[in-house]
């Protein structure tokens, strides 16, 4: 009982002027969010790493034109050939790095024991949502820590003594170009 009076009072005690302050805010928050925001082709980094293992998987694809949906009939379906995935077991050079697992959308010619250099996108994605600001419903990145499994989306396979031996990108590259 005593909430809902409290909660009466303050609903009483609430002006226009308030709701233009708390207006105000959200679109300064939403602006701020936009300003401080990054590029995606930012948001790459680049670390070296040992391939202790890998696993590649091969999948296969479908398709299912919506041209051809009937309510109440079966969906066809036609083979829409496969997709590699590699999942790759890697100890980083550098310690501060907790990645032990990079994963790759493409195709690899790759050994364990080898040396690679790997194209990392590190960002965190959020949406403005604020109605009244020009920049709702926009997609916008930052930069976030290392998780210990990240995709890779380009990575070089280097010789004992730093020499490129081969450059793969996945699916995602151009993705984070300029």
């Keep these: 009982m005593a909430q809902n009076k409290d909660l009466l009072t303050a609903l009483n005690n609430f002006n226009g002027k308030d ?12 602006e701020a969010l936009f300003n401080n925001s990054r ?9 070296d790493f040992r391939v202790d293992s890998f ?9 299912s034109p919506r041209s051809e949906v009937r309510y ?12 590699v995935n590699y999942e790759l077991q890697v100890t980083p050079f550098d310690e501060r790095v907790p990645v032990n697992t ?4 493409g195709v690899l010619n790759i050994q364990n024991g080898d040396y690679i250099s790997v194209l990392i996108p590190r960002f965190e994605e959020k949406t403005i949502e604020e109605l009244i600001s ?15 499994s990240e995709l890779g989306i380009e990575i070089v396979r280097l010789s ?3 020499y490129e031996l ?6 995602d590259y151009d993705m984070f170009k300029n």
């Excluded at 020009?134 to 210990?148: A, I, S």
């Excluded at 081969?166 to 699916?171: E, F």
């Design 55 to 63: 696993v590649c998987k091969n999948q296969k694809t479908s398709i």
């Design 72 to 83: 109440g009939e079966a969906v066809h379906s036609y083979q829409g050939g496969f997709k």
């Design 19 to 30: 709701m233009g302050e708390l207006r105000k805010k959200r679109i300064n928050e939403a």
């Design 102 to 105: 990079i994963n790759f959308q």
């Design 160 to 162: 004992d003594d730093g």
């Design 134 to 148: 020009e920049h709702n419903g926009k997609l916008v990145y930052y930069d976030r820590k290392f998780t210990d």
């Design 39 to 47: 590029k995606l082709s930012e948001l790459v980094v680049r670390e």
């Design 166 to 171: 081969g450059r793969y990108r996945s699916v």
